[in-house]
């Protein structure tokens, strides 16, 4: 299995303030077919499902604010929140589509400093 | 919209079975396949596995090939997941999710208590 790895395991930071989280894969998620890396990002906030938030791992989903950016290629990703609303407490989690077995980081938490 | 909407709370004991249904709408149930995730309390995000909506494939996670199955239903566009074998950390959140590549939707998700 492709094993995801997510740092830190929480942040806080503070309104307007830039957040960052990383995610690395155990192995490349980049097809070399179609140049398209296969890593997904998503939100939860507490007590609902997650949401879509990047795929194809800068690709933002439909209605989600352009403070929300990805980045990165091969094994190392990135997303990062420009400047952090309260409305973005949340646990944020990466996930691969490379492989048949989807697997997800652990999950960052992030709060309010 | 696409809808997924799942079966309610079930509470289970120990050696038990479990069956969680979900219901799609709003899109080709034949052009998606569906995952299932499930969510211990206070954990993260698991993938359980993945059937076809097209000709009903499964991919299962090795953690739980020997005790989950996954089925489809074209005709009332509704995957259906049974987990075998209930234990106590059985106990979760579980979500289906439309996935063609990446996940887009979650079902609203189903609580199972394992408790004797």
């Known amino acids: 299995d492709i094993v995801m790895t997510q740092s830190p395991d929480s942040l806080a930071v503070s309104l307007g303030e830039r957040a960052t989280i990383n995610c690395k894969s155990s192995?490349?998620?980049?097809?070399?077919?179609?140049?398209?890396?296969?890593l997904a990002w998503y939100q939860q906030k507490a007590g609902q499902p997650p949401q879509l938030l990047i795929y194809?791992?800068?690709t933002r989903e439909f209605g989600v604010p352009d403070r929300f950016s990805g980045s990165g290629s091969g094994t190392d990703f990135t997303l990062t929140i420009s400047s952090l609303q309260a409305e973005d407490v949340a646990v944020y989690y990466c996930?691969?589509?490379?492989?048949?077995?989807?697997?997800f980081g652990q999950g960052t938490k992030v709060e309010i400093k | 919209q696409v809808q997924l909407v799942q079966s309610g709370a079930e509470v289970k004991k120990p050696g038990a079975s479990v069956k969680v249904s979900c219901k799609t709408s709003?899109?080709?149930?034949?052009?998606?396949?569906i995952s299932w995730v499930r969510q211990a309390p206070g954990q993260g995000l698991e993938w359980m596995g993945w059937i076809s909506g097209f000709n009903g494939d499964t991919r299962y996670a090795q953690k739980f090939q020997d005790r989950v199955t996954l089925t489809t239903d074209t005709s009332t566009a509704t995957v259906n997941m049974e987990l075998r074998s209930l234990r106590s950390d059985d106990t979760a959140v579980y979500y289906c999710?439309?996935?063609?590549?990446?996940?887009?939707?979650f079902g609203q998700g189903t609580l199972v208590t394992v408790s004797s």
């Open positions: 996930q691969q589509y490379y492989s048949d077995f989807r697997t």
């Open positions: 194809w791992a800068s």
């Open positions: 192995q490349s998620v980049l097809y070399s077919s179609n140049n398209k890396n296969y």
């Open positions: 999710a439309r996935d063609a590549f990446y996940i887009d939707y």
């Open positions: 709003g899109y080709t149930f034949t052009s998606h396949g």
